[in-house]
């Protein structure tokens, strides 16, 4: 009964892979972001999405393109993958309207070599 | 733009005691929220306490609570009565929400230890 899962928890990879991260939420949520913690634990936005639309887009490279097949799921492909993409990339969701509050997933540690 | 600032990199207290995490944040906005989130090893994000703008009394959570300076633009985590599993990054974090959406800006994260 997981909130929000993401998959894989790990992944290791080489540079100019191609790599994609999925998230999942059952908590019926109508927004879902993407954040990166890079090594100094910085924790930074890069997308979000509200009912499969495209809110938020952080100056993130074109090589991270996020993927909203409906509201439950929020995929993040990443094409010519570089060292400095070795983060750890966290899944979240919120609803719109009550209590502000995002629930986070336990995150993908991306480590590309 | 939103900018959250926590001045305390590392931060080391003996169990049992208390201990405040400081966190300063800029903005024009008026309408917003302020977050402390807690990080341990596992790495899973936990919302410890929430304070909304417009609320003068200062948020508390069993052992937590804040020091909320609405003018100073202050936004400061209190501990009581310190455990071992307090020990964590917590990060401070500004919520505003945009088009739909709930954006938050953290800060750059404090290293709480607790010492048995």
């Known amino acids: 009964d997981t909130a929000v899962s993401q998959t894989p928890k790990y992944l290791v990879t080489q540079m100019g892979n191609d790599k994609s991260i999925k998230c999942e939420q059952n908590?019926?949520?109508?927004?879902m972001y993407w954040y990166k913690q890079d090594s100094k634990k910085f924790l930074k936005i890069m997308f979000s999405?509200?009912?499969?639309?495209?809110?938020i887009n952080e100056t993130v490279p074109n090589r991270f393109s996020p993927k909203s097949p409906d509201k439950a799921h929020l995929n993040l492909h990443i094409n010519s993958l570089e060292l400095g993409d070795s983060a750890v990339y966290f899944c979240?969701?919120?609803?719109?309207?009550?209590?502000?509050?995002?629930?986070f997933g336990p995150g993908t540690r991306l480590t590309v070599t | 733009a939103q900018t959250v600032t926590q001045s305390q990199p590392e931060m080391s207290v003996q169990e049992a005691e208390t201990v405040t995490l400081s966190c300063t944040y800029d903005t024009s906005e008026n309408n917003y929220y302020l977050f402390w989130y807690k990080q341990p090893p596992s790495r899973q994000m936990i919302l410890v306490i929430r304070?909304?703008?417009?609320?003068?009394q200062n948020a508390t959570e069993n052992r937590f609570s804040v020091n909320f300076q609405k003018a100073a633009k202050s936004f400061s985590l209190k501990i009581s009565d310190s455990q071992l599993g307090d020990t964590a990054m917590y990060f401070c974090a500004f919520m505003k929400r945009e088009q739909g959406a709930q954006k938050l800006v953290f800060g750059q994260g404090t290293r709480l230890t607790i010492n048995p």
């Open positions: 999405y509200n009912n499969k639309e495209l809110i």
């Open positions: 908590l019926g949520h109508d927004t």
């Open positions: 979240a969701s919120s609803q719109d309207r009550g209590r502000m509050k995002q629930y």
């Open positions: 304070q909304e703008a417009y609320k003068q």
